[in-house]
Nanobody, 127 residues
Framework: QVQLVESGGGSVQAGGSLRLSCATS????????MGWFRQAPGKEREGVASIDKFGVTSYVDSVKGRFTISNDNDGNTLFLQMNSLKPEDTAMYYC?????????????????????WGQGTQVTVSS
């Protein structure tokens, strides 16, 4: 059974940093990948960053150079380090996981590719 539990959200001023964590269980079999998504009020949920079991990463253009996705050494915790935060980064952030039998060249950032979701953690960036 896959379980994902996010933590680390909060309020910060523009230019500040936050690190999100996602405690995971039941994910690591087959070809698996994990990602961070965000959803602002009135907007679609969008992919932010993803990482696969081999450590390959993908980022959306709006966060490249500012956000870093990573795992801890045993792979049980997923992180999203967010630096140089902007007000437009304000959203509910979700951890997600996908599992297949076929390796991808890069882990996906499309929500349709993910079957498992956490409950979300709020990030608010003030100007």
């Amino acid at each position: 059974q896959v379980q994902l539990v996010e933590s680390g959200g909060g309020s910060v001023q523009a230019g500040g940093s936050l690190r999100l964590s996602c405690a995971t269980s039941g994910v690591r079999y087959g070809y698996y990948y994990m990602g961070w998504f965000r959803q602002a009020p009135g907007k679609e949920r969008e992919g932010v960053a993803s990482i696969d079991k081999f450590g390959v990463t993908s980022y959306v253009d709006s966060v490249k150079g500012r956000f870093t996705i990573s795992n801890d050494n045993d792979g049980n915790t997923l992180f999203l380090q967010m630096n140089s935060l902007k007000p437009e980064d304000t959203a509910m952030y979700y951890c997600a996981a996908g599992i297949t039998n076929v390796r991808r060249p890069r882990p996906p950032t499309s929500r349709i590719e993910y079957s498992y979701w956490g409950q979300g953690t709020q990030v608010t960036v003030s100007s």
